[in-house]
């Protein structure tokens, strides 16, 4: 897997040892130490990853991420010293892909590089005319327009990422809704069901998402 990996971290030690296991890793980083630096570096350098402290001096992480949203479907990793900082992260909907919590291992933080650029690239995936943009949750199949909820068009991707993969309805759960405890799992196959009406309405007799009997669901072209 190869790269470019904007670093944003103001503790360069860290920054560094973080460079070097990227650079083994394959991929190319850079770095920026302070906060207003951030969004201009990811206007001009396009990278295709950032790894995003929250604590910064100039800008903090928070707005860094909603400003590069704003212009940029780039994945980012935001990066917190505080556990708890994540539940308050993710309740504000921030659209970070994903979060890492300091202390961390360099080598965990690039295995988590390398899966949320495996996703992120499922989301441009083109099969079978179908056409996800992760960017507006919109969904097309043959140029046309499936008209998706946010939880339909979540649920189709995480199919779409691993074809022929059988997912369990709390497989689903879990990835859909990461921190609720008490959603019914007839919540998905209703779900599932008004999803696949949107498919067979766009392109009749063309059967993408598959129930495995008493299992869970998969994705597949036949
Ligand atoms: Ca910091």
Redesign the pocket.
Same mark, same amino acid.
């Given at each position: 897997m190869s790269g470019k990996i904007l670093i944003v $971290? *103001? $503790?360069l030690k860290l920054a560094e040892l973080l460079g070097d296991y990227l650079r083994q890793g394959g991929f190319e980083p850079l770095h920026v130490a302070d906060g207003l630096d951030a969004v201009p570096t990811v206007r001009d350098e396009k990278p295709d990853l950032v790894l995003l *402290? !929250?604590? !910064?001096?100039g800008k903090d992480?928070m707005d860094i991420c909603k400003e590069v949203r704003s212009f940029s479907s780039v994945p980012i990793i935001m990066?917190t010293?505080r556990v708890e900082e994540i539940d308050r992260l993710l309740g504000l909907e921030l659209g970070a892909d994903d979060y890492i919590c300091k202390p961390y291992s360099p080598r965990e933080v690039v295995a988590r590089v390398k899966a949320v650029l495996r996703r992120s690239g499922a989301a441009a995936i083109q099969d079978q005319g179908l056409t996800l943009d992760e960017a507006r949750y919109s969904a097309t199949l043959r140029g046309v327009s499936l008209d998706l909820t946010a939880v339909e068009f979540k649920l189709l991707q995480i199919l779409v990422a691993s074809p022929g993969r059988i997912f369990s309805r709390s497989q689903l759960m879990d990835r859909i809704y990461p921190d609720e405890r008490i959603v019914n799992d007839r919540t998905i196959d209703s779900h599932i069901k008004k999803l696949r009406k949107k498919i067979a309405a766009s392109a009749p007799g063309e059967e993408l998402i598959h129930s495995v009997y008493s299992v869970g669901y998969k994705y597949e072209v036949e």
């Amino acid at each position: 897997m190869s790269g470019k990996i904007l670093i944003v $971290e *103001d $503790e360069l030690k860290l920054a560094e040892l973080l460079g070097d296991y990227l650079r083994q890793g394959g991929f190319e980083p850079l770095h920026v130490a302070d906060g207003l630096d951030a969004v201009p570096t990811v206007r001009d350098e396009k990278p295709d990853l950032v790894l995003l *402290d !929250l604590m !910064l001096p100039g800008k903090d992480g928070m707005d860094i991420c909603k400003e590069v949203r704003s212009f940029s479907s780039v994945p980012i990793i935001m990066i917190t010293a505080r556990v708890e900082e994540i539940d308050r992260l993710l309740g504000l909907e921030l659209g970070a892909d994903d979060y890492i919590c300091k202390p961390y291992s360099p080598r965990e933080v690039v295995a988590r590089v390398k899966a949320v650029l495996r996703r992120s690239g499922a989301a441009a995936i083109q099969d079978q005319g179908l056409t996800l943009d992760e960017a507006r949750y919109s969904a097309t199949l043959r140029g046309v327009s499936l008209d998706l909820t946010a939880v339909e068009f979540k649920l189709l991707q995480i199919l779409v990422a691993s074809p022929g993969r059988i997912f369990s309805r709390s497989q689903l759960m879990d990835r859909i809704y990461p921190d609720e405890r008490i959603v019914n799992d007839r919540t998905i196959d209703s779900h599932i069901k008004k999803l696949r009406k949107k498919i067979a309405a766009s392109a009749p007799g063309e059967e993408l998402i598959h129930s495995v009997y008493s299992v869970g669901y998969k994705y597949e072209v036949e």
